[in-house]
């Protein structure tokens, strides 16, 4: 079975540049600025005229960020299970800098997804209707909490049957 070495050895290097490639993609891509052309990745309207926390999102093998009208949106693109196992960089707008009205475009109003804090049931819209409200900080969710009402989640807790619920 000695002629069975080199194409074992080949199944190797293969799996070894594999591994060694998804390392590459390990790069560090930053939030960007929303500019006022963009438009959702997921339903194509123009994000900056609507009012609400938008989203950014990075899939691998992709430097390209895809943007968001909405943190529903975003969650709705990012919790399929097919992206999911992809998703990369993920960013919210933190709703303790920026106002809800007219959030901020530039990318440092934008916050890690996956550290931030959400509130889900509560009475603003975003872009497409109610949305997830995000915060980069326990206390503004908390103090958004009290002035609108709503529940705390964090970034495992929101689920697509959550945000299919949104009304
Ligand atoms: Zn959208
Ligand atoms: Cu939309």
Redesign the pocket.
């Known amino acids: 079975m000695k002629f069975l070495q080199p194409a074992f050895l080949l199944v190797l290097v293969f799996i070894l540049s594999a591994c060694n490639s998804n390392q590459r993609d390990s790069s560090h891509n930053p939030a960007v600025d929303i500019n006022s052309g963009d438009e959702?990745h997921?339903?194509g309207?123009f994000i900056s005229r609507f009012p609400g926390p938008k989203g950014e999102a990075y899939v691998r093998g992709n430097p390209q960020a895809f943007k968001?009208?909405?943190t529903r949106?975003l969650f709705s693109y990012i919790l399929q299970p097919d992206v999911k196992t992809i998703a990369k960089e993920i960013y919210v707008h933190d709703m303790g800098k920026t106002d809800w009205q007219k959030p901020a475009s530039q990318a440092n109003y934008f916050t890690d997804a996956r550290t931030a804090y959400y509130v889900i049931n509560q009475p603003l819209k975003g872009?497409?209707g109610h949305t997830i409200a995000s915060f980069a900080k326990q206390q503004d969710a908390e103090a958004f909490i009290k002035k609108h009402g709503g529940k705390l989640l964090r970034f495992d807790d929101i689920t697509l049957d959550i945000v299919a619920d949104i009304q």
Do not use: G, K, T, V
Request: net charge negative.
């Open positions: 959702c997921l339903c309207m968001f009208c909405s949106d872009a497409m």
